[in-house]
């Protein structure tokens, strides 16, 4: 077998190739636009199907740089710190507050699911993990983190398992979302206010942004200072959180390389939120997603998926609980928490996608319910912000838990 090893130049130079060819097959196949798969995954995964073909053949394979990823790695979770403001879930209120409670709920069950199924059927815990909140509520980006993670904590196949569950996830949750907002609404007696049950054809966004309180800092424009003054906050961030996990290391605690950076800039973000400074918001998310764009697309390309045949089996198994888990945890849960309204029929939905997929999922399932029955300013808010800014951060800390407990 011939063994194609790529320098750091030729894997970022294969990486970028793919990030377009995702790109282009995703504008150009339906379905894959529809369920919100990301385009670097489509891009990494063909390349994989070659690697494996190769790899069954006894052809080639491919060994890549990986150092530059495992540096993408820390600067994604870098981002991430930086959306956690302790300020905005004030401002945001009791429903946010209640909704995150419930999203770190889920995350919680997800994997004590996940950990518990995986081990009762003979396969390593962390499979279990993998198929939890790694890929449901983290989704591609947070699997492909997390994947190689839980590969050398013993967990063979995890990366593959977490991506083709995250995938599994980003259809599920649209599928279950909108026949559960239904059956709440039906066996309640709920209707939108202001309606009298009839279709309403308005998108359930369309109310927003003129009802949306002002929660965030408005960013500085897009110069050229303001870009080196987030490159200059992810830099220090990075570099302190670095030193900050090699400290707690001399002193007998391990934490992963990724958490020490996402705590800096957690509390860089909510010093500068106290002392009500300015932040490069938006040049923290242009980061963040080239970030993992390359990350993705490089996580993918290097993933052994003939590794997957042995938990397959384990891992449908699996992920049929996780979906019954997410229905039931929607239907008991999130809706009696939310207040149990119509708003609350909406967050449900939503959660469904959210819980099960991503944020755009969980929009995907409350903008297709609230344009047949009437829209809902509340949820349209409180998904959003909790997507967005924090379950992210909560969810790598409770993954990082059950890793280290599990491994």
């Keep these: ?32 636009s529809r369920y919100f798969i990301p385009g670097p995954i489509i891009g990494g995964l063909l390349f994989s199907l070659i690697a494996l073909v190769g790899h069954q053949a006894n052809w080639f ?5 990986d150092t530059m990823r495992a540096f993408l790695l820390l600067v994604f979770f870098t981002t991430i710190g930086f959306s956690a403001s302790f300020e905005l ?33 003979g396969v390593h815990p962390l499979i279990g993990v993998a198929a939890g909140s790694v890929s449901l509520t983290g989704g591609h980006g947070t699997s492909a983190a997390f994947g ?12 593959p398992a977490a991506i083709a569950a995250a995938t599994y996830g980003l259809v599920a949750g649209c599928v279950i979302g909108g026949p559960l907002g239904t059956l709440l609404m039906r066996r309640n007696g709920l209707r939108a206010p202001g309606t009298t049950g009839a279709r309403n054809t308005a998108v359930g966004t369309g109310a927003l942004p003129a009802q949306m309180p002002d929660t965030a800092p408005v960013p500085r424009s897009g110069s050229n200072d303001t870009v080196m003054y987030a490159s200059i906050l992810i830099a220090i961030s990075i570099g302190a959180g670095t030193l900050l996990v090699n400290w707690l290391k001399d002193l007998g605690l391990t934490l992963p390389s990724y958490l020490g950076p996402m705590l800096v800039a957690a509390l860089v973000r909510n010093i500068i939120d106290w002392r009500d400074g300015e932040l490069p918001l938006r040049q923290f998310e242009v980061v963040g997603n080239v970030s993992l764009a390359f ?16 938990v397959a089996g384990p891992l449908l198994v699996v992920l049929v609980a996780q979906t019954a888990l997410m229905f039931g945890f929607a239907y008991f849960v999130t809706f009696r928490v939310m207040g149990r309204d119509y708003d609350a029929a909406v967050i449900a939905a ?25 829209p809902s300013v509340k949820a349209f808010f409180v998904i959003p912000l909790v997507g967005s800014l924090f379950i992210d951060f909560f969810n790598a800390v409770i993954i990082t838990g059950f890793m280290n407990y599990l491994k």
């Design 1 to 32: 077998m011939v063994t194609i090893q790529l320098d750091i130049a030729q894997t970022i130079g294969i990486a970028a190739v793919l990030l377009v060819v995702g790109e282009f097959v995703k504008k150009r196949v339906g379905v894959l």
């Design 61 to 65: 394979t491919f060994q890549f740089y």
């Design 89 to 121: 879930l004030k401002k945001g209120g009791v429903g946010v507050a209640l909704f995150l409670g419930a999203a770190v709920g889920l995350v919680v069950l997800q994997n004590m699911l996940g950990a518990g199924l995986a081990a009762a059927l």
């Design 148 to 159: 190689p993670l839980l590969e050398q904590a013993g967990a063979a196949g995890a990366l």
């Design 295 to 310: 990350f993705l697309a490089m996580a993918l390309m290097s993933m052994k998926l003939w590794e997957l045949a042995e």
């Design 350 to 374: 939503g959660h469904c996608g959210f819980g099960m997929g991503a944020t755009p999922n969980a929009m995907a399932n409350m903008q297709a319910f609230t344009a047949v029955n009437g």
